[in-house]
């Protein structure tokens, strides 16, 4: 069974802290995604990666970096939390096989910024 | 700009109603649509997806989506619709390495 985990499924943190959300995938996918989940917004895009040490701006970037040193491994951070970050923030992985491939999710983790 | 549009944010049916949701996109090359849905509590999976032809693509849970390329639209639909497909359904269309969403369109079942 594919998996795309992601480690934790709630957070609650400070304003101004660092935050570390990680996401593994077990499926050797090249491209790994983050997205925010929003009501009312769909998915939106935050950063991207297609290969190890890769990474490209999505809809969304400002606020946050991300780190790719795995492959099976992407990671988003919030450099400095705001209360406006509070979200569902979503991993994805996707093969490198064309635009008819699916991508795989994890469960989410929602993050609530005091 | 490449987009997808989902025109009901919210949906309400009764159980054994008909169901159809709409989606259309704009997209400049070769198209590849996705249906998502989200139950609650558990993460996105694939409904079904159109790569290449038959125009009429079959998913899972009785879900079907029409592909029609002049409308630019990818329409979900279920004939009988059960409490269990209570849940949000998201469209999405191929990009370079990302997919495209659309909103979202909650879908509420009554028993």
């Known amino acids: 069974d594919v998996k795309v985990t992601q480690s934790s499924r709630y957070l609650v943190k400070r304003t101004g802290e660092k935050v570390f959300l990680e996401c593994v995938q077990d499926m050797d996918h090249e491209n790994m995604f983050w997205y925010r989940q929003d009501p009312g917004l769909g998915l939106r895009l935050i950063y991207f990666s297609y290969d190890v040490k890769m990474k490209e701006k999505g809809d969304i970037p400002e606020g946050y970096s991300v780190s790719r040193e795995k492959k099976e491994r992407f990671s988003l951070i919030l450099e400095s939390a705001s209360t406006n970050q509070t979200s569902m923030y979503l991993c994805?992985?996707?093969?490198?096989?064309?635009?008819?491939?699916?991508?795989?999710f994890g469960q989410g983790t929602r993050l609530t910024v005091v | 700009a490449q987009s997808v549009s989902q025109h009901n944010h919210h949906v309400i049916l009764s159980e054994a109603a008909s169901l159809e949701l709409g989606c259309n996109y704009s997209y400049g090359g070769t198209v590849n649509l996705f249906w998502y849905v989200q139950y609650p509590g558990q993460h996105l999976q694939l409904l079904l997806k159109y790569f290449s032809g038959d125009p009429l693509v079959k998913g899972i849970k009785g879900f079907e989506a029409e592909f029609i390329k002049s409308k630019f639209s990818f329409n979900l639909r279920k004939p009988s619709v059960q409490w269990s497909d209570t849940a949000e359904y998201f469209c999405?269309?191929?990009?370079?390495?990302?997919?495209?969403w659309g909103a979202g369109t909650k879908l509420i079942i009554k028993p």
């Open positions: 999405a269309v191929n990009g370079n390495y990302q997919l495209i």
């Open positions: 994805a992985s996707r093969p490198l096989t064309g635009g008819a491939s699916e991508a795989f």
